[in-house]
């Protein structure tokens, strides 16, 4: 199947700072990626859809000025935590929508965030 | 009410046990369903979609009732490895051509020796 990375897997930074974070799909051309947010024993929560060339698409109660998307090619999409505060501590996934069945989405290994 | 709603469990089932997990989901219009398998700390991974004549994959079959917009996970003969988090995920309509993914919040299994 499809492949998709994250990097960095984990991060710890102080509360204040940027973190920025990047979504690759390796072996296929992603034109629709997601950014989602999973807190613990919680379910994964969609924080916006990431589209190639035009601006991101943020469901309700999601701060786009705080979390800023980027999908500046077809392989990569980044999501920035802009002055990150200990509550934004979180499982942070991303996917791609797959290129032939798009219904489909291959997930990445997530990024685990500790903001101290 | 959630969109897409899971008994989180924990179901506590010996090896070689059956267990069915079941969903319901919110909006009549969603249009496909899935299981995804989450490990602890890892992402979700496709287990299976789920059809409204229901289908099989090994030990593991999938219901769906429309009607009742009701979704089931049947686990036959279950395995150690089989322990991990169960996540029901409804595709539900938005104003793109091919919806977003809503998911549960997860059926977690414990299968003991």
């Known amino acids: 199947g499809a492949v998709v990375s994250q990097h960095p897997s984990r991060v710890i930074c102080k509360s204040g700072t940027s973190v920025k974070i990047e979504c690759r799909s390796l072996?296929?051309?992603?034109?629709?990626m997601f950014w989602y947010r999973q807190f613990p024993k919680q379910s994964l929560m969609l924080m916006a859809t990431?589209?190639?060339?035009?601006?991101?698409?943020?469901e309700q109660g999601v701060e786009k000025d705080k979390f800023l998307i980027n999908h500046a090619s077809l392989t990569l999409s980044t999501l920035t935590v802009t002055s990150a505060h200990p509550e934004d501590s979180s499982f942070y996934i991303c996917?791609?929508?797959?290129?032939?069945?798009?219904?489909?989405?291959?997930f990445g290994p997530g990024t685990r965030l500790l903001v101290l | 009410r959630k969109e897409v709603e899971q008994d989180p469990g924990p179901f506590n089932v010996p090896e070689g046990a059956t267990v069915a997990f079941n969903c319901t989901y919110s909006?009549?219009?969603?249009?496909?369903f899935f299981w995804y398998r989450q490990d602890c700390r890892k992402e979700p991974k496709l287990l299976m979609s789920?059809?409204?004549s229901g289908n099989e994959d090994g030990r593991f079959t999938a219901q769906l009732n429309r009607a009742s917009q009701y979704i089931s996970l049947l686990i036959r003969d279950s395995k150690l490895s089989d322990s991990a988090t169960y996540l029901c995920?409804?595709?539900?309509?938005?104003?793109?051509?091919?919806?977003?993914?809503?998911f549960g919040q997860g059926t977690t299994l414990q299968v003991k020796p």
């Open positions: 990431s589209n190639e060339g035009s601006k991101a698409t943020y």
């Open positions: 789920v059809y409204s």
């Open positions: 995920v409804v595709n539900t309509p938005d104003s793109s051509n091919t919806g977003k993914l809503i």
């Open positions: 072996d296929f051309q992603a034109t629709t």
């Open positions: 996917s791609a929508r797959a290129p032939v069945d798009q219904e489909t989405q291959y």
């Open positions: 909006n009549s219009a969603s249009q496909s």
